[in-house]
T-cell receptor, first 113, second 108 residues
Framework: NAGVTQTPKFQVLKTGQSMTLQCAQD?????MSWYRQDPGMGLRLIHY???????DQGEVPNGYNVSRSTTEDFPLRLLSAAPSQTSVYFC????????????FGNGTRLTVT | SQQGEEDPQALSIQEGENATMNCSYK?????LQWYRQNSGRGLVHLIL?????REKHSGRLRVTLDTSKKSSSLLITASRAADTASYFC????????FGKGTLLTVNP
């Protein structure tokens, strides 16, 4: 049972480039979310989804797009990378939106130069 | 708005001692959750306490919740060097948001 899988583990981008961070879960979880973690800032919620076809914004959504075409996958897109998006990104999933613990992936470390 | 602010930011204790971390949140919640993060890894769920519960135990962990004060505490008893990690609390109504965490160091 793989759980939550994030790819790539590391990525370096130049300012203005675009890329997609992949997240897949094999637990048939309805709820998925993306966080970024920066030193001194803790984890901040970027976007989340309560099911296929449904997404919503979190605390820091600007500069990021998401879609949820299947239950398993929840990719995070950076359309035009900026140095301020240098961070560690975590994807998480859970059974439901309420009263369910989150299962986290091991993160993608992104550097934008 | 963040639904979890941990205190203290850092805590250093000796092996065998108890560690207590506190969490405050801002608005009403369905549940409060505690997670552990080892360096460079994803968060691992420790315990969830629902808004109608006041105390919950899991092994060496004890969590309390005071909804009138919008606060929670996590007690780790008989700490071990392997408990060294960052600990985060998150309050959930319909989305789970976290604070900056408490860095716990357990010295052998």
């Amino acid at each position: 049972n793989a759980g939550v899988t994030q790819t790539p583990k590391f990525q370096v981008l130049k300012t203005g480039q675009s890329m997609t961070l992949q997240c897949a879960q094999d637990m048939n979880h309805e709820y998925m979310s993306w966080y970024r973690q920066d030193p001194g800032m803790g984890l901040r919620l970027i976007h989340y989804s309560v099911g296929a076809g449904i997404t919503d914004q979190g605390e820091v959504p600007n500069g990021y797009n998401v879609s949820r075409s299947t239950t398993e996958d929840f990719p995070l897109r950076l359309l035009s990378a900026a140095p301020s998006q240098t961070s560690v990104y975590f994807c998480a999933s859970s059974w439901g939106q309420y009263n369910s613990p989150l299962h986290f992936g091991n993160g993608t470390r992104l550097t934008v130069t | 708005s963040q639904q979890g602010e941990e205190d203290p930011q850092a805590l250093s204790i000796q092996e065998g001692e108890n560690a207590t971390m506190n969490c405050s949140y801002k608005t009403s919640i369905n549940n409060l959750q505690w997670y552990r993060q080892n360096s460079g890894r994803g968060l691992v769920h420790l315990i969830l306490i629902r808004s109608n519960e006041r105390e919950k135990h899991s092994g060496r962990l004890r969590v309390t919740l005071d909804t009138s004060k919008k606060s929670s505490s996590l007690l780790i008893t008989a700490s071990r060097a392997a408990d060294t990690a960052s600990y985060f609390c998150g309050g959930s109504n319909y989305k789970l948001t976290f604070g900056k965490g408490t860095l716990l160091t357990v010295n052998p």
